[in-house]
């Protein structure tokens, strides 16, 4: 999809910037605007609908969600059991019709993804496979303000194997006075700690920063050394386009939760690259939907792997939530996928940028990266007059009817969201903020 630039369309003062009419034509240009109308957006005590820009931590309802859901309710009323092997809707074979959609979302094949569990469920299991330590090789790198079900995971997956974190997990975090990952940091730790890594597991896109890490490079360095290389996507799965494939990452998972749209605890996704898939000398936990699906149900105690991703399956998966994900997949297809959907974040984020630099530039820092292939759509905003407590603010946001979050230590998370959120959205938001900071 081409790049539209929105450059000529940004507001150049301050009265321009508060200017709704900008805002409003940006959104009749926009042709994901019809979009918002598939979703169901929270209301505010007021009756007005929310600002909602918290798709970061929980993505939306479609207006379809409850019918896809519904549809598996009234098939298990009328079939029960029989709605296993019934119909295109049965459930044995229900997580194939995720597989393609899900596959395009993250840049993968189709036999390397697989939508399953939750996403630290799926990160132990591929720490099982991919983390084989040895007395020489057996160290994990992970970022320091990696999201703690991240750290626990990686450090319980390290004490599992007989070694120990103090010696075996290792970190890399910003340059002091930054908040961001220096790049040519991580490839400086990958090299250095080279024959003696296991392990390269960081997120793609930073959960309290929204920085977008290099992927391919990061993946290309590790290999390189003979590391392993995997990430979080719980932040970019969504959010930004993503290679896989062609990076060759070597493993991956993500919450479908949070701009997957997929529900509350949706199931996750996971992701091995074709080059491991067959391998059966990999070390993994087995469970019955791993197995051959011809002879599943002969009962037989022979694992017999699928030659996919779906080895890594362990259970029959809960049909009610793979439904609710169905509904939001379909709606990011109609969106016209990640390529469409990005191309308007980017427009959306230049917008944000702008009026935050015009409207409240003087009392609030964007701690995010500028460029925009270091960035997602989430910003990390910092209330700069030290006198005034960021949560408070947060807490008046929240009163105001924007909803947003906060991380420790210091920032307010925003993220318009390009499948709901409208430039008008954006442009409420920044008019609220002015008027609190
Ligand atoms: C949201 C998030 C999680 C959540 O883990 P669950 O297993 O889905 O509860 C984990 N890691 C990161 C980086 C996240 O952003």
Redesign the pocket.
Known sequence: MERTTIEGELPTDRDQALDRDLALALDRDDPLAPMRQAFLIPRHHDGSEQVYLVGNSLGLATVSTKSYVDTELDRWATLGVAGHFTGELAWAPYHELLTDQMAAVVGGRPEEVVVMN????N?HLLLISFYRPTPERHKILIEDH??P??HFAVESQIRQRGFDPDDSLITVRPRPGSELLDHDDIMAAIEHHGPELAVVML?GVQ?YTGQVLPMADIVAAGNAVGAAVGF?L??AAGNIELELHDWGADFATW?C??YLNGGPGAV?GCYVHERHVADHSLPKLLGWWGTSKADRFDMATTFDPIPTVESWQLSNPPILMMAALRASLDTIDAAGGMSALRAKSERQIRYLDRLLELVVGDRVEAINPRPLDRRGCQFALEVTDPARDGKQVHGALEAAGVACDWRQPRVIRVAPVPLYNSFADIHRFVEILDGLV
Do not use: M, R
Not at 118 to 121: D, E, K, Y
């Open positions: 939750g996403l630290t469920v990160l990696a999201f079900s991240d997120p959960y979080d719980a932040h919450c939760y949070k996750a």
